[in-house]
């Protein structure tokens, strides 16, 4: 079996390690980094519970090969927090329960990072297209929702209302038991 070297700073930290060629990256992150924090929910491209960000950009971690990450940075939902500080986003997750049985959590999360990061005030729409490859089987899309643009609103100094008055806009259906899913762009 091929073996080759993969070097890439993770959450800001240099991590290198021997790895078969066909490694995926998500088994690379869990198994030799030791980072369980990505989920595992199909290793068919299909859910986007290993969400992860490849030099900024969200990206499925089931997808890519280890070897492919080689020299670049990862972004995993364990840096997301500092000094136990939890990020805006994440803190805006908790504060309107965008959280059922959480498996979906650490992928919605890292995949809504660089869409609040460059939107400060999104519609329900751009915020679901978003999302959109990125599947909560708990389907607790509304409470979701609302999370990310409560993050967005919170990253960018925007007031925002009580927790569970972050209510949806522009009409859109956001409720749990919604199927709306069109392609997104974490393929
Ligand atoms: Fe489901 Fe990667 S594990 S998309
Ligand atoms: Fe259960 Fe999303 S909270 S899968």
Known sequence: MQHSTVRIRVNGDVREAPVESRLLLVHFLRDVLGLTGTHIGCDTTSCGACVVLVDGRAVKSC????????????????GLAQDGVLHPLQ?????????????????????????????ADPTDEEIRRAISGILCRCTGYAN???????????LHGLPVDGAGAMTSRHGAETGPGSTDQPPGPHG
């Open 91 to 119: 803190e805006a997750f908790h504060v309107e329960h965008g959280v059922q049985c959480g498996f979906c959590t650490p992928g919605m999360i890292m995949g809504a990072l660089p869409f609040v990061e460059e939107n």
């Open 63 to 78: 997808t890519m090969f280890a070897v492919q990450a080689d020299g670049r940075e990862v972004g995993t939902i364990e």
């Open 144 to 154: 979701i929702v609302n999370a990310v643009r409560r993050g967005a609103r919170t």
